[in-house]
């Protein structure tokens, strides 16, 4: 038999594996009425959401602001009651995250993060994101995509068993590659069916449909600040997950299932800016001193009891196991790191046995506020680096300089000192520097500015930037006299 029929023959044993799949698996969807391929009960759906939410908080961690949950509670309630499964018991969860996301989970458990809230403006923009999460699970996306994925595994594996030319691993990785491309196309139909139906249960709530499109100006808003940062540090943009990440680029089909909405509509749709400020005014802004809180150079660490300064104008990432710096464009970074001190070594040992450099140069002793340390310049893959090692209490914490090209190391080394040397115990005059910064909902005077605005915040990357940011004047806006605003303080 020919190679070509071979694989015509493959491929129609293949569909027949599909299709037995397929039929197998077929329910009604709630939303269309029509046939969905689904490979999950509904009992399931709900399994899934029960067993992963324990696990979702563990990771993010639950807002602990009672009044604003409830808050978020009732506007999702208020969407759910009018949804196509208003039968399920929908849980909404302000997440403890800078994060900007908001996601679902199967079975009706919803979660959106204070960083995305924090950039809101009105309570019908946080029922736009809570409506577009609801259409996910009331279209069932989360069963459909999981049953896609089962399919395309059964399928293969049926497929195998029958023919043994599909078993090779060229074959195999063929099948996954146009298995992800079929499932990421999926997921940008459903993004848009998801803002058709949030649109929707906002329009039957009570809310203007038009919302929708102001959530994903402000989530486009925040793709253009987050790729002109990472230009400027010469770094990748990092994308958000969730509610914008998949979206569809085509704006006519957006404003289409939005403004189809507006038929449900009986009256004017409520937007209830003000009501929405006066719940945020207070929340957590950016860290939270479990993470430790950034602050203009300085990081401030009231848990552990110490603080840091960075390079003026890096950028500081609060990452959950290091502190990172970035120069601008990129050229130099500072990564700091602690570890338990297990062994009475002095900072050279450690620096030798547990961080496994045995060939420092230049290297030197340091006694710095009062704690004792070592640094010197080590070889980072064919470039130069330097590590410096400090003591405080029970930690050793780590900082490691590095440069883009090794021709700059030079223009850059007294800073990865400096910074290493400004390492202090926490004073009691930093203390409340230490505490998260907050939202503060203002009254807008004759001289405030964005400008102004941003001198006095403690905001410590692109200040100017954010607070426009937070009030939906990105990139260019102004304050006005006389209207609420958000600061940072």
Known sequence: ????????????????????????????????????????????????????????????????????????????????????????????TVLDSPVVNAFALPGGYIYITRGLMAYLNSEAELAAVLGHEIGHVTARHGVRQQSAAQAASIGYTIGSILLPELRGPGTQDLFNILGG?????????????????????????????????????????????????????????????????????????????????????????????????????????????????????????????????????????????SLQSLSAGGKAFIEMTAADLNRRLSPSQFIQQRLGIDKLRQGEALSVNGLEGYTGIVELRGNLGRVTVIYLRDKAFIFLGGVKEKQLFNQFDSLFVATAKSLHRLRDEEIPLAKAQKVVVKSVGKTDSYLSWSKRSRISNSPLMQLRLLNGHYPDGELATGQRAKYIQ
């Open 1 to 92: 038999m020919s190679t070509r029929r071979r694989l015509v023959k493959s491929l129609c044993f293949l569909a027949g594996a599909f299709l037995f799949t397929f039929l197998a698996g077929c329910a009604q969807n709630p939303v269309t009425g029509e046939s969905d391929f689904v490979m999950l009960s509904e009992d399931k759906e709900i399994s899934i959401g029960r067993t992963n939410h324990p696990k979702i908080l563990a990771q993010y961690g639950r807002y602990q602001d009672e009044a604003l949950q409830r808050y978020v509670q009732s506007v999702g309630d208020r969407l759910a009651n009018v949804s196509h499964r208003k039968e399920l018991i929908y849980r909404f």
């Open 181 to 321: 491309a079929l499932l990421s196309g999926y997921g940008r139909e459903h993004e848009l069916e998801s803002d058709g139906l949030g649109a929707e249960y906002l329009a039957r709530a009570g809310y203007a449909p038009k919302a929708m499109l102001n959530v994903i100006g402000v989530l486009k808003d925040q793709s253009s600040f987050s790729a002109a940062e990472a230009e400027q540090q010469g770094r990748e943009p990092q994308g958000y997950h969730g509610v914008f990440a998949s979206h569809p680029d085509n704006d006519t089909r957006l404003q289409n299932v939005v403004f189809a909405a507006n038929q449900y509509i009986v009256q004017d749709g409520q937007i209830k800016r003000d009501d929405y400020l006066n719940q945020v005014n207070g929340m957590i802004f950016g860290d939270s001193e479990k993470q430790g809180i950034r602050s203009g150079q300085h990081f401030y660490h009231l848990e552990m009891g110490f603080a840091v300064k960075f390079p003026k104008d890096w950028q500081i990432n609060n990452k959950p196991s």
